[in-house]
């Protein structure tokens, strides 16, 4: 099972750290990413993670804002989000996956979900 949790309210240009746990699973054993699902609109790819944390993949509306990082130890995954955009309000979810391709966009490659956890930004 994931968790996913610290979403909320937040301005333009503040910041926000999701965390997604792992209950019941090595979560070293998998490649994780977060996704996102703005209202009327399509789940997104937003980063991903590969199971030793050496790699990683952003998508470009997010690089230079958005961190992901992991420590296994914690069973733990994390999205730091900087400079946060109204464009960036949405429920956002974390995923595992067993597959590591040389980009991890589609949705179908992950295979666990997490519940979501809203982010809201204010302009």
């Known amino acids: 099972q994931l968790q996913a949790s610290g979403g909320g309210l937040v301005q333009a240009g503040g910041s926000l750290r999701l965390s997604c746990a792992a209950s019941g699973r090595i979560l070293s054993s998998y490649n994780m990413g977060w996704f996102r699902q703005a209202p009327g609109k399509e789940r997104e790819f937003v980063a991903a993670i590969i199971w030793d944390g050496i790699t990683t993949h952003l998508h470009d509306s997010v690089k230079g804002r958005f961190t992901i990082s992991r420590d296994n130890a914690k069973s733990t995954v994390y999205l730091q989000m900087n400079s946060l955009k109204p464009e960036d309000t949405a429920v956002y979810y974390c995923?595992?996956?067993?597959?590591?391709?040389?980009?991890?966009?589609?949705?179908?490659?992950?295979?666990?979900w997490g519940q979501g956890t809203q982010v809201t930004v204010s302009s």
């Open positions: 995923a595992a996956s067993v597959v590591w391709e040389p980009t991890m966009y589609r949705a179908s490659l992950y295979r666990y």
